[in-house]
């Protein structure tokens, strides 16, 4: 549930930029598609894909660390940033 609420807090907000990834290891794992269920360890989030600037209902990319120290990156749907309703 905790993995979920990061998601969810991560997605909604505007300063939720993505970073470089400190290390290599990040870089070589694979892209995990988040499922709706699942059980994710995510100790520490490293960085977060920008989507500030898209309308619409893009795909974004969370790199994370789990309790072991381990890296991962999941690929999950958020809503964009920008919209306008002019």
């Known amino acids: ?4 609420a990061v998601l969810a807090l991560a997605s909604l907000s505007s300063l939720a ?7 290599s290891q990040a870089l070589r794992c ?5 499922q709706y269920g699942m059980d ?3 100790a520490r989030v490293i960085s977060t894909s ?3 600037s898209i309308c619409g209902v893009p795909r974004a990319v969370m790199v994370y ?3 072991d120290g381990r890296r991962h990156r999941l690929s ?3 809503s964009g940033g920008g919209c306008s309703d002019n």
């Open 17 to 23: 930029f993505a970073a470089p990834a400190a290390d």
């Open 40 to 42: 994710l360890d995510v």
């Open 1 to 4: 549930m905790q993995a979920l």
């Open 50 to 52: 920008d989507v500030s």
């Open 65 to 67: 660390e789990d309790h």
């Open 76 to 78: 999950y749907l958020t």
């Open 30 to 34: 694979d892209i995990v598609q988040y």
